[in-house]
């Protein structure tokens, strides 16, 4: 027994962690240098479905942050308090951490990287986004080689989970909800992934490693999954998309500022991110040379996110076993420097709308004429039902700068004929 593990936590992915670490026959030969020393909890009663020696279970998660005997400290509670300050102190402390807290990195990265680097330990996180898909590892060093153009992933297991069952069988938001977070892919508190901030979280931590710079969360754009109703899913199947919550962080040339936002989008069905489905992930990211790699993988749940975790303890192990002065350059992260984000209103994209309106003669033409009015040009007008006497027109629109869109809907709002906008949603 070499290297001595303190987890904090023991929930989904903290049980996950330590059952793959006792069952050990056909894995790499290297975990069994592993101890499993300390595991910090909030409730020594609760009954687990796990066995540890009694002296390995504490309550007192800074007493194992503080204990010179631990090599690794492994932060499995999520959250930002006490999370931050516990991954601080252990590297204060010349420990190493794995994390899966895309909370925590997103928000305090650039405190927790620079202790790691002044303390010259490492910071692991490749549960922290795809949950089990390498996609961390593979940015940071696989692929760094590429200039990086576009990074598009289905990155929350629990909204891919919901609007696929929404979309399959017609499904209900809230049950469906209520079966993600028994499976457990939901957050502790679901409105993060409800709400699109989970993947907000994640697509700044790939955008910061494929765009090398800090990523400012507040820069980026983020729309959830509760305003998409079976109305625009079954819409959107008639037009020939699929509705899917992506994280999009672009370039468009080298020195433009990037786009960083999230929102429910329009994928055409032939897209290899329409295919996606349930608690899956994938991350498509497109660079030059190698053109086009997608990841693909179970991206929430205990199995799936404690193979990440493991990995990355795995590869601490391997530094530790290694004596040198020098940080490895490819473990660390050096950013120092923020990157510039595009405002969303510069975006070019399609968009989708919805709009009731007063079944009367000339509202397609108004309509058109305002957008014209912006210059606006639609790929296509559908009138197809009527809700509640009024009539219902969805209109997917060419490349528009959101901006002019949003100032082509203004006016649009104003028209007598116009009862309500339900959906607005981009396309892909
Ligand atoms: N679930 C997933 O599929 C998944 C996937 C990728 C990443 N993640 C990330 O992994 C982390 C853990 O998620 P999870 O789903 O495993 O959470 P969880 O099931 O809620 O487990 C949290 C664990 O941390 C302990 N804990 C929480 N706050 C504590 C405190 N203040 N003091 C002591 N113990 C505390 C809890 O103790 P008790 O058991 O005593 O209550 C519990 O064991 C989060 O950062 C999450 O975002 C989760
Ligand atoms: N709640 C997250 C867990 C994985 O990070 C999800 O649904 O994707
Ligand atoms: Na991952």
Do not use: W
Not at 63 to 75: G, K, S
Not at 104 to 129: D, K, S
Not at 135 to 164: A, C, D, E, M
Not at 201 to 219: C, H, M, Q, T, V
């Amino acid at each position: 027994m070499g290297v001595k593990l303190g987890i904090l936590g023991l929930g989904t992915v903290g049980l996950g962690t330590v059952q793959l670490l006792q069952d050990l026959v056909g894995r790499n030969p290297l975990l069994q240098e592993i101890e499993i020393y300390r595991v910090g909890v909030r409730s020594l009663a609760k009954i687990r479905d796990v066995e540890l020696p009694a002296d390995v279970l504490t309550t007192d998660l800074e007493a194992i942050v503080n204990d010179p005997a631990v090599d690794i400290v492994v932060e499995l509670i999520g959250g930002l308090e006490p999370a931050r300050s516990l991954i601080l102190q252990a590297l204060n402390n010349g420990k190493h951490v794995v994390t899966a807290n895309k909370a925590a990195i997103a928000r305090f990265g650039a405190e927790i990287f620079t202790t790691a680097n002044q303390a010259g330990v490492y910071v692991m996180l490749e549960a922290a986004v795809g949950g089990g898909i390498p996609v961390i590892q593979p940015l940071k060093q696989s692929l760094s080689v590429n200039r990086i153009h576009t990074i598009t992933g289905i990155v929350n297991g629990t909204t891919n989970y919901i609007l696929t069952r929404m979309q399959t069988e017609g499904s209900n938001f809230s049950d469906v909800l209520a079966d993600a977070q028994r499976l457990g892919y939901a957050e502790a508190d679901p409105t993060a992934d409800v709400d699109g901030l989970d993947a907000a979280d994640k697509i700044a931590i790939l955008a910061s490693l494929g765009f090398n710079g800090r990523i400012n969360l507040e820069d980026v754009y983020s729309e959830g999954i509760r305003q998409v109703s079976k109305t625009d899913i079954t819409y959107a199947e008639k037009l020939g998309f699929v509705i899917k919550l992506l994280a999009i962080a672009k370039q468009d040339t080298n020195s433009s500022p990037l786009s960083v936002r999230v929102h429910p989008t329009l994928v055409p069905k032939a897209h290899p991110l329409a295919s996606v489905n349930g608690v899956y992930n994938a991350i498509l990211i497109e660079g030059e040379p190698i053109g086009q790699v997608m990841f693909f993988g179970p991206g929430a749940g205990a199995g799936a996110t404690a193979s990440a975790v493991t990995s990355d303890i795995m590869n601490l192990v391997a530094v530790l076993k290694t004596s040198t002065t020098n940080p490895n350059p490819l473990l660390t992260c050096g950013h120092q420097d923020y990157c510039e984000i595009a405002p969303i209103a510069e975006l070019v994209t399609r968009f989708y709308a919805r709009f009731l309106t007063k079944d009367q003669p000339g509202v397609i033409g108004k309509l058109g004429t305002c957008f014209g009015n912006y210059g606006v040009s639609l790929e296509s007008v559908v009138q197809t039902g009527f809700q509640g006497g009024l009539a219902e027109i969805v209109v997917v629109t060419h490349d528009v700068r959101e901006g002019d869109f949003r100032q082509a809907l203004a006016e649009i709002q104003n028209l007598a004929a116009i009862d309500s906008i339900p959906s607005l949603l981009r396309v892909l």
